[in-house]
């Protein structure tokens, strides 16, 4: 009992010493209120690595070793996107592992990855030979021991998630403050908290003002309705071709390479649009499904909660009123496009849930072009065109290019192995694709609604510094008429998701709710 307990001590201690001098830096102080909870949720940990190894120095080292491992992946990821760890980012566990290229750690792959794995694995062995068991060697003890340890799991867990607990904690941290949280909490029990708050959250009707965030950044909405008044020559017709195009990483290069990136479709799309300017987006870096979802549903992080980290999770769980879903009931054929694979991000669950009758993803672009890594975006460009003319009827297309996708470096592109290089000649490939769609969507013998926009900027060194609000760009276009409204305007995801459905002639939403089904 005395090394139980002292094993126990000891790895608080050094745990939280390690995640006080990993937050030395930040501006929060270490809260002492959060104190008997950090230790509880450190206590947990303990539990859990003592119930599968019955030896308590063991689980020290452990508890010691994981706590330090989440500081280390926290801080790098903060470096990188400006964000600290966060519950949601463990369902990206899965991603990672198959897509690993994706999340800068290919280097992980094959011999190293395998002499990392059998280097723990050996690691491990050699301990448990060293220190004895607290437990009996009798199988039956072990078994009893074991099924004892799955039942109190099994009951911690659903005890946290049940409905008494998350109507306490959405007392006690009614909306986020991830930074702030982890500064004072510690990493551990943030990480517990915000599960807890996110699962009662899910259960629970989001609601929004519709209008209410538009032009945050400009002042009022009034602007808003100037800029997208009808022009004189405007068609009757009420149901326009609508096209949405995320660009992956884009963004006007002249904030950062002046005169370095010529982009001359992106100047033509700018002198043709209604609206352009500078984006608010929802992530630095990262996090694409933030800005996807805001952009199509006009719920951003202050309606969502902690929802927003990411949306996904849930958004096959609600009926969520999207764009694709308000275009669909007037009559709409709705066609999702990105030439990735089908269940990154699960999209081939969530897009069909927001809306999208028509879903093609990299199965869809097998014969495409690539350039680099992935499909060009001249190939998409051709086949957004394509989709546009498949048919005479109203339609809605919304496409997601990746060819810009980072990471950027060496073996990438047979040009150049410098990873700012690569994504400016990357950049020159998107002023293409804006360029075709604005002339090849404008021959329609019909009225076109082109929106394009970045996601989110990308991780390179340089290109964005580090803030609460990464900026983006984009381009609002009616190509079927001629107006004097030709206005540049910051605008945040939630003003160009109405902005849109304003020139396109959707009725605003003064306010919605997003329900989860009945019965939960």
């Known amino acids: 009992m005395v090394r139980l307990v002292l094993a126990l001590v000891i790895s608080c201690v050094v745990s939280i010493a390690i995640e006080h001098i990993s937050s030395s830096g930040h501006k929060y102080r270490l809260s002492r209120q959060a104190l008997p909870l950090r230790i509880l949720a450190h206590a947990a940990l303990f539990l859990f690595w003592l119930g599968l190894s019955w030896r308590p120095y063991f689980a020290a080292t452990a508890a010691i070793t994981t706590i330090a491992i989440m500081v280390a992946i926290s801080r790098a990821k903060q470096g990188l996107v400006g964000e600290p760890l966060v519950f949601s980012d463990f369902t990206l566990l899965r991603f990672v592992v198959r897509y690993p290229e994706l999340y800068y750690i290919e280097r992980l792959k094959g011999w190293c990855g395998l002499a990392l794995a059998a280097g723990f694995v050996a690691f491990i062995a050699l301990w448990f030979l060293a220190e004895p068991a607290l437990i009996s060697g009798r199988l039956e003890i072990w078994a009893l021991a074991g099924l004892a340890f799955v039942l109190i799991l099994a009951l911690l867990t659903r005890l946290a998630m049940s409905e008494a607990v998350g109507r306490r904690v959405a007392h006690w941290v009614p909306r986020p403050a991830l930074h702030r949280h982890t500064a004072g909490w510690g990493l551990l029990l943030t990480l517990i908290v915000y599960t807890i708050r996110w699962n009662f959250s899910r259960r629970q009707p989001i609601r929004s003002d519709g209008l209410r965030h538009s032009l945050r950044l400009s002042g009022g909405d009034t602007v808003l309705a100037n800029a997208l008044r009808p022009a004189d020559d405007a068609p009757t017709e009420p149901a326009p071709l609508v096209v949405l195009v995320q660009l992956e990483s884009f963004l006007d290069p002249e904030r950062y390479w002046p005169g370095l990136v010529p982009m001359p479709g992106l100047a033509e799309a700018r002198s043709r649009a209604r609206l352009y300017g500078p984006l608010r987006v929802q992530a630095q870096g990262a996090y694409t499904m933030r800005s996807e979802f ?23 769980k609600r009926v969520t009123p999207s764009l694709a879903f308000r275009f669909s009931a007037r ?190």
């Open 294 to 316: 805001a952009m199509l549903t006009g719920l951003g992080q202050d309606e969502l909660g902690f929802e927003g980290f990411d949306p996904y999770l849930s958004a096959t």
């Open 331 to 520: 009559g709409y054929r709705t066609v999702f496009l990105h030439p990735f694979k089908s269940g990154f991000f699960g999209r081939d669950k969530v897009m069909p849930a927001l809306g999208f009758r028509e879903v093609v993803m990299e199965d869809g672009f097998v014969e495409a072009e690539r350039f680099g890594p992935y499909v060009s975006d001249e190939a998409l460009a051709e086949r957004i065109i394509a989709e546009a003319n498949a048919g005479d009827g109203p339609a809605f297309i919304f496409a997601v290019t990746m060819e810009n996708h980072g990471p950027w470096g060496p073996g990438r592109l047979a040009e150049t192995d410098d990873p700012a290089e690569q994504y400016r000649i990357h950049l020159g490939n998107t002023d293409w694709l804006i360029h075709r769609l604005v002339t090849g969507l404008a021959t329609q013998q019909r009225r076109v609604v082109l929106c394009l926009f970045g996601d989110h900027p990308p991780i390179l060194r340089g290109v964005a510094e580090l803030s609460a609000a990464p900026e983006t760009d984009y381009i609002l276009l009616d190509l079927a008429t001629a107006s004097d409204a030709n206005t540049e305007l910051p605008l945040d995801l939630a003003s160009l998701h109405h902005a849109l459905g304003l020139l396109a002639g959707l009725p605003p939403i003064r306010s919605r709710s997003a329900h989860a089904p009945s019965g939960r």
